[in-house]
């Protein structure tokens, strides 16, 4: 198959589920593309790995790497103005930037500085994470609307009913304090913090640090962050 037969087959893919009321299984975009199902297989595969792509219970559903391009593109990209290598220097730890995307919670930059391999992986191709496991989603999902944080909530309680009771539990200290934790609650060895710097709630500055060894210094960022902002 030529490169450019390849590239129209996977426009197509993304174009027909985006277009589509509710999310399409393999089958069904074969037969609407009347493309061989191995082949939409590979394609969805690849895009479900680099985010272009969710897979849910009902089918494939359009992720978040096309809106994390539309924002760095027209550089609406909340906390650009924020150098977070300097972040990480200052703090001597490894920082990022995330913004809640539809369901999804999204890296959009983050440090050079020394960085755990699997984040630096989801971070650099923008991949979607778990906004109740991570501590920049449960920042961004207390200042989201109601509708949006009331969906995310629902649609985790019958798999993770434990979860989201804790959540709701915390909520109100996450609002007061504008502040969220995950102390191994995405990866068991990485702590956390996520930081409103200033009243812009739409994007979340976030220090990583090795569970059970630098809480204190995750502790003491984040008190500075929230006090002094990010300069």
Same mark, same amino acid.
């Given at each position: ?13 993304? +174009? ?27 394609? %969805?595969?690849?895009?479900?790995? /680099? ?7 009902? @089918?494939?559903?359009?992720?978040? &790497? ?6 760095? &593109? ?6 650009? *103005? ?5 972040? %990480?220097?200052? $703090? ?5 930037? &995330? ?10 930059? /983050?440090?050079? /500085? ?7 992986? #989801? ?6 994470? =778990? ?6 989603? *449960? ?9 949006? *944080?009331? =969906?995310?909530?629902?649609? &985790?309680?019958? !798999? ?17 304090? *504008?502040?969220?934790?995950?102390? @191994?609650?995405?990866?068991?060895? #990485? ?8 009243? +812009? ?6 220090? $990583?640090?090795?569970? @059970?060894?630098?809480? !204190? ?10 006090? =002094? @902002?990010?300069?």
């Amino acid at each position: 198959m030529s490169l450019h037969r390849s590239v129209d087959r996977i426009v197509d893919v993304l +174009d027909m589920v985006a277009r589509a009321d509710v999310p399409l299984t393999v089958s069904e975009l074969a037969r609407r593309l009347r493309i061989p199902r191995s082949s939409v297989h590979d394609i %969805a595969l690849g895009l479900v790995s /680099r985010g272009w792509l969710i897979r849910t219970e009902r @089918g494939l559903s359009i992720g978040p &790497a096309p809106l994390v391009l539309e924002l760095l &593109a027209a550089r609406h990209v909340q906390w650009a *103005r924020i150098d977070v290598d300097a972040i %990480a220097e200052r $703090f001597n730890t490894a920082s990022a930037i &995330a913004v809640l995307l539809g369901r999804h919670v999204v890296y959009t930059a /983050r440090s050079q /500085r020394p960085f755990d391999e699997r984040l630096a992986v #989801v971070a650099d191709q923008y991949l979607p994470r =778990n906004p109740l496991t991570t501590a920049a989603g *449960r920042l961004l999902l207390s200042a989201a609307p109601e509708d949006v *944080r009331a =969906n995310v909530l629902r649609d &985790a309680r019958p !798999a993770h009913p434990e979860l989201v009771d804790e959540y709701e539990r915390v909520l109100p200290t996450i609002r007061r304090r *504008r502040t969220a934790w995950s102390d @191994g609650l995405s990866q068991e060895p #990485v702590a956390a913090v996520a930081v409103f710097p200033d009243r +812009d709630d739409r994007g979340a500055l976030v220090l $990583f640090g090795r569970r @059970g060894i630098d809480t !204190a210094l995750l502790k003491t960022a984040a008190h500075e962050l929230t006090s =002094n @902002g990010p300069s």
